[in-house]
């Protein structure tokens, strides 16, 4: 149902679940796990997936802290995509990546929920993709602001009941389990 009509793949975008970004993760084991099982699923699926790395002056490029898990390794055949921006999309090559890939179908993980997580997944319907997001595969910390203290669970909560059944002219946004995933 997506805006390209040409297009009927689907991809599985793995979003920043780098060492220094999840390091203090809420059930950060458990998420990287189902991370893990996502990543299998899709591959035994034939389904693409990309990996995401964001830098910034606090996550420098080729820092421990930048790398990608340990427990998550990608393929020497599947794309890391580098950013600086919440959203996968700016100033990267996401978008031709998935068109040259016939992508119109994103599934959604990584970390943080609160950032590129949910800057990317709005990015994406605008875009014209449909989207999944894998509930129990994406995570974020507790966020201090102001006098307010906003706990992960909440966070996580929220954007996976903003995506549940959501539709926008032409595409459409959707959760599911890890285990639900159909990829």
């Known amino acids: 149902m997506s805006k390209f009509p040409n297009r009927s793949g689907s991809a599985l975008l793995v979003i920043d679940v780098q060492n220094n970004v999840v390091d203090d993760a809420w059930h950060r084991d ?11 699923k899709a591959r035994a699926g034939n389904t693409e997936v ?3 790395q964001h830098s910034s002056k ?4 080729e820092s421990e802290g930048w790398e990608i898990v340990p427990e998550l390794r990608p393929l020497e055949s599947e794309p890391i995509l580098r950013k600086l921006y919440r959203s996968s999309f700016e100033d990267t090559e996401l978008e031709p990546l998935l068109d040259k890939l016939g992508v119109d179908h994103l599934y959604i993980t990584g970390a943080q929920t609160n950032n590129c997580v949910r800057h990317t997944s709005h990015a994406a319907l605008e875009r014209g993709y449909d989207i999944t997001l894998i509930k129990d ?3 974020t910390s507790d966020v201090k602001w102001h006098n307010f203290d906003i706990h992960a669970p909440e966070i996580i909560d929220d954007l ?3 995506f549940l059944d ?3 002219p032409g595409r459409k946004a959707d959760t599911v389990t890890t285990a639900e995933a159909v990829l």
């Open 30 to 40: 458990e998420i990287v796990r189902n991370i893990n099982s996502a990543v299998a």
């Open 50 to 52: 990309i990996w995401i």
């Open 58 to 61: 606090d996550l420098p490029i």
């Open 137 to 139: 595969a994406h995570t």
């Open 160 to 162: 996976n009941l903003s």
């Open 166 to 168: 959501y539709h926008l």
